[in-house]
């Protein structure tokens, strides 16, 4: 993926998303760069991938066990209600009105509860690092398929919902200093005041009057943002394991995400099964002690031969993307060396 300053690792669950990721960045640091691997998934693979304890919301510089690298690797653990926070502060038109959204309480709830608030602020975290001179590579390591898609289309969310109508209603107050609410307003926000209370409307109208005039630093940091993922940038590497569930839900994600304007450029096939000479005349000793292992052998013969078909199938679907292919570990990836075990079979896809 050479001349990419962004690469988003999307897939299945359960493939091994982190640890590609991970791998990706650790190879671009040991051969002179200086990136930096961000996850948006709240658990805690990729701190542990690493060998280190916590990663937060702030750039981290993994240290390397021995010696040193030509390039360096930093690591971020994606806190969505902190970069939130940032993003208010940054476009508030004085820090009197950052203060009042960050104590309002619709704010926090919304900041924590929001469907694709966390998406957004990974985008917005993603676009936060690529402008950061120290950076020379962003490896983002996303959720599962469905929320790789979410990342991928919520800047353009945002903008649609500054542009709902039910939005600019509620902003009505504010650009109206005393201009009455209209008919529409006020009977959405009489509904809402029979279900949740008159506190939550009073909390909701404190909020929106609290907004006002922000709403055009969101709407330009979105267009930037979702400019940046649909750009020569910014590479999608797909990761996928050879199983035939998984590289159903691998194709179905790469139809959408061609879909949605992605640039497909890589795949890397993660937990292969190893592959064995096979043995002459294998009958003969069918009925001596070696007989439950040459019989093992057999059936690791076929799950090889079986996942072989798999890879066929998505080598015939990207008949023009690079591919590379981790076998299945003697050991869990677990720390930097077994990260770097990873790493070598990644090869060139870091360049």
Known sequence: MSGARVVVCVGPGGVGKTT???ALALQAARSGLKACVVTIDPARRLADALGVDTLGNEPHLVSPPTGDWPGQLWAVMLDAQGT??????????????????????????????????????AVEKLYELQQDPRFDLVVVDTPPAQHALDFLEAPAH????????????LMTPTRAGVRVL??????????????????????????????????????????????????????????????????????????????????????VINRSYPRFA??????????????????NLDELAQVA???DEQVARVAGALPDVRFARVPLLAREVCDIASLAEVASYLGEQAE
Do not use: W
Not at 92 to 119: F, V
Not at 200 to 215: H, K, N, Y
Not at 259 to 266: F, K, M, R, T, V
């Open 278 to 295: 096979p043995i002459a005349d294998p009958a003969r000793f069918a009925s001596s002690a070696l007989g439950p292992l040459v019989a």
């Open 20 to 22: 590609a990721a991970a």
């Open 182 to 267: 209209e008919m529409g307003a006020h009977l959405m926000l009489r509904t809402i005041a029979k279900v949740a209370g008159g506190q939550v409307v009073a909390d909701t109208l404190e909020f929106f009057s609290q907004f006002d005039g922000m709403e055009a630093g969101f709407r330009a940091r979105a267009d930037r943002a979702n400019e940046l993922l649909r750009s020569g940038q910014t590479s999608f590497l797909l990761v996928c394991s050879p199983r035939v569930d998984a590289v159903d839900e691998a194709l179905h994600l790469v139809v959408r995400l061609k879909g949605a304007g992605a640039s497909l450029n890589a795949v």
């Open 305 to 307: 031969a079986s996942e």
């Open 84 to 121: 939130f926070d940032q993003l208010v502060s940054r476009y508030a038109t004085s820090p009197s009105q950052a203060d009042a959204i960050l104590r309002n309480r619709l704010y926090r709830n919304l900041a924590g509860a929001l469907s694709g608030t966390q998406e957004y602020m």
């Open 158 to 169: 945002l903008v649609r919902m500054l542009d709902n109508r039910v939005f600019r209603l």
